[in-house]
RNA sequence: GUGGGUGUAGCUCAGCGGUAGAGCCCCGGAUUGUGACUCCGGUGGUCGUGGGUUCGAACCCCAUCAUCCACCCCA
């Protein structure tokens, strides 16, 4: 066992029984973000290092140790990457995409994280992503926002996901703020613990959210994010909010919300479940208006959010809420009763893939008694099973049998076939079969 | 990076010092052209790996690896 090559550690294969659930969730979001006219970007997996570096922030914990990163054989640091903002930026940028004009952008794909795997959290984990570039008012933000609602809708996970909703305020209110936060704790740094102080120099904002008792005295006075709000994010603020009302979307004001990368500013949200444990964040995003700039970019406001597949297929498996149609399968089962029936049954097989288009049909390969062809057509799934014997191969007909109902098989002329299976399995025939 | 749980057949697990087990799956048979239900038979394991204790280890001890859950952090 343990000499066998495996899959590194919090890499997983999906394996046929799970890809049906993939394949659903990724039509629908694909089918959603044509109707909102969000279009597909693809950026490479590996970037160069420097990109995550100065995007991310050099002292959060994804940069400082969880990055895949390692030398090309020319010397450069490259970097899997930990997230999609930055590249889509990068890309962007690269093709003069945000040159005088807005974009709506979206990306699916593998990221990377070296962090100790649980449930929900792996170390190639699939995240389905949202940019927009060049809209300065809230108004993207809430259509960003009522897209994610409207695939809870969807889906059906409305009644199990909350939106929480939070402003950093301005790049620059935030770094103030961010300043008058450090030197508060500073201040108070005897009452500090071990945590809190590691976090005073990666993340001082998520020290508010400790919820250790012995700090709780020096954390309510600290200064608070809402009263260092500057104006325009207030007014920009409050804007969203009047528009999620608006579109009836429920949502709570967290204050201690904090993203916990560098680049976030202004409207912050995250749409949180209580059903799969403690990676209960399930879509996450904000506002990055910074970011452009940083990169290298004229100054250009941007929104996105990234959701977490693994974590969203979770719970819909965990709420049951796959469809049964979704998950795929076959219809139809064609067996040649013998080895003088193979051909028949192949070319067979191939007039009635091209007469019904939808039609799933499997033909029994790889031979095998009459009786194991049987209970292969039955493991297969199939509603129906197709019989082709020396019998019938003489009169031009077919073995038509009922696999899931007491009901009589029936003797039919392969011309009727094509036909006979569209009515049984309510699908359309191609309009012009050859 | 830290803490705890678990590693025995393809899968789910029992056995906890004395010759490696069950259920499911798979294969074959009872049934010559009829699957599923039933009955009968069969394939399949250096008990994660390495060391130690013992007359004897799947079982006890140590180490190591993998996996799960939680912390941290994040989608």
């Known amino acids: 066992m343990s000499k066998k090559i495996q899959a590194i550690r919090g890499m997983n294969d999906l394996l046929p029984d799970v890809s049906p659930r993939w394949q659903f969730f990724e039509s629908r979001v694909r089918d959603l973000m044509q109707r909102y006219t969000f279009d597909e970007i693809r950026m490479p997996i590996v970037e160069q290092t420097a990109l995550f570096a100065r995007s991310i922030g050099e002292v959060t914990d994804i940069v400082e140790k969880e990055m895949y990163t390692f030398e090309d054989r ?101 770094a103030a703020y961010r300043d008058t936060l450090v030197s508060y704790f500073e201040a108070h740094r005897e009452l500090l613990d071990e945590d809190s102080l590691r976090r ?27 009263d260092h709000l500057d104006e325009e994010s207030r007014a920009h603020f409050e804007g969203l909010t009047a528009m999620l009302d608006a579109a009836g979307i429920t949502y709570v004001l967290n204050p201690r919300l904090v993203r916990g990368l560098d680049y976030y500013c ?20 904000g506002r990055y208006d910074g970011l452009v700039e940083q990169l290298g970019g004229k100054p250009t406001p941007a929104v996105g959010f990234a959701m977490g597949i693994e974590r969203l297929i979770l719970l819909l498996e965990t709420l049951d809420l796959v469809p049964k149609e979704a998950l795929g399968g076959c219809d139809v089962y064609l067996l040649p009763m013998d080895e003088s029936t193979t051909i028949p049954a192949l070319t067979l097989a191939e007039t009635l893939r091209s007469a019904v288009p939808g039609l799933h049909l499997q033909l029994h390969c790889g031979g095998g008694s009459f009786k194991s062809r049987m209970k292969k057509a039955d493991k297969s799934g199939a509603t129906l099973a197709l019989l082709l014997g020396p019998d019938e191969l003489a009169n031009d007909t077919i073995t038509l049998k009922f696999l899931r109902q007491e009901r009589d098989q029936q003797s039919l002329p392969q011309a009727a076939l094509s036909a006979t299976l569209a009515e049984l399995l309510n699908l359309a025939t191609a309009t012009q079969p050859t």
């Open 74 to 174: 020319n010397g450069d640091s490259l970097t899997l990457r930990p997230e999609g903002t930055a590249s889509c930026v990068r890309a962007a940028l690269e093709h003069g995409l945000l040159y005088n004009q807005t974009q709506r952008l979206w990306y699916q794909g593998p990221m990377f994280r070296h962090e100790r795997p649980q449930k929900g959290r792996y170390r190639q984990f699939h995240q389905v992503g949202v940019e927009a570039y060049g809209f300065e008012g809230p108004d993207i933000d809430a259509e960003v926002i009522l897209l994610s609602a409207r695939l809870w809708q969807e889906l059906g996970l409305t009644e199990h996901v909350t939106l929480e909703l939070n402003s950093l305020g301005s790049s620059e209110a935030r």
């Open 266 to 285: 202004r409207t912050v949200f995250e749409w949180t479940t209580t059903a799969l444990g403690s990676q209960g964040t399930v879509c996450a995003g």
């Open 200 to 226: 005073l120099a990666s993340n001082p904002l998520r020290i508010l959210d400790s919820k250790n008792p012995a700090m709780a005295e020096m954390l309510n006075g600290a200064p608070q994010l809402i």
